[in-house]
């Protein structure tokens, strides 16, 4: 009888403990994903030696959507399907003036991988008409992620600049401009091939602000 009580009471343990993983399951840590090489309208003639205006450009962004992490084609430019778009050094998000969506987002310093959440409010949607905020990521050298150098005409990421996104479908991302130059050089110089963004980002499924 004792050595059945025993048997007993491992069991009621064991089925104590299954129960316990299976309701209370550890959450799932998020991976950032790093995307290479996105053409943001590159200039098919290089750029012009009297005005520095480049040549045979399309004017025309390149969408990306954070939930499937592909570039969304231009024919889905008047969807949800996309949440920012680039062209040149410009990043627009899905709303306002820009597109149909509710994307928003807003530039902060910090460090990517210490920063575990999205903020709670701050974000901005494009809005062409405003005199002081037209886009929601800021255009103009040191203004949202980027640095522009004259004397070497080289556009460099912001370090510790991170632009944290609502996206046009309610959720919530995190991205870090890596690079402007196609491939990613270490150290780009004027005769880099620019407007290839690599950048990396972190999303969240789930419509938390947990980002990590």
């Known amino acids: 009888m004792k050595y059945a009580s025993v048997v ?11 129960s316990c993983s299976k309701s209370d399951p550890t959450p799932a840590s ?11 309208d590159p200039p098919s003639g290089g750029y012009d030696p009297n005005n520095g205006q480049p ?12 939930k499937t992490g592909a570039v969304v084609s231009n024919a889905d430019s008047a969807s949800s ?3 920012i778009g680039f062209r040149g050094t410009t990043i627009i998000v899905n709303s306002g003036t820009s597109g ?12 990517f991988d210490e920063l575990n959440a999205a903020p709670d409010n701050g974000y901005l949607q494009d809005d062409k008409a405003s005199a002081t905020a037209p886009y929601a990521i800021p255009k103009g050298s ?30 919530y991302a995190k991205v870090e401009i890596l690079s402007y130059y196609k491939d990613a050089p ?7 091939v620019d407007r290839y963004y690599t950048f990396r980002y972190v999303y969240q499924p789930d419509g938390s602000k947990k980002l990590q």
């Open 55 to 66: 040549i045979g450009v399309t004017q025309k962004f390149t969408f990306f959507s954070f």
């Open 81 to 83: 399907k996309w949440d």
């Open 8 to 18: 007993l009471t491992v069991v009621a343990f064991s089925v104590m403990l299954a």
């Open 186 to 192: 270490a150290a780009p110089t004027n005769t880099s």
């Open 142 to 171: 040191g203004k949202g992620w980027y640095n522009y150098d004259p004397a070497t005409n080289v556009i460099s990421p912001v370090a510790g600049r991170v632009i944290m996104v609502q996206t046009a479908d309610g959720k």
């Open 100 to 111: 149909p969506g509710t994307a928003a987002a807003l530039v902060v310093t910090g460090v």
């Open 30 to 40: 998020l991976s950032a994903v790093t995307f290479k090489n996105l053409a943001a």
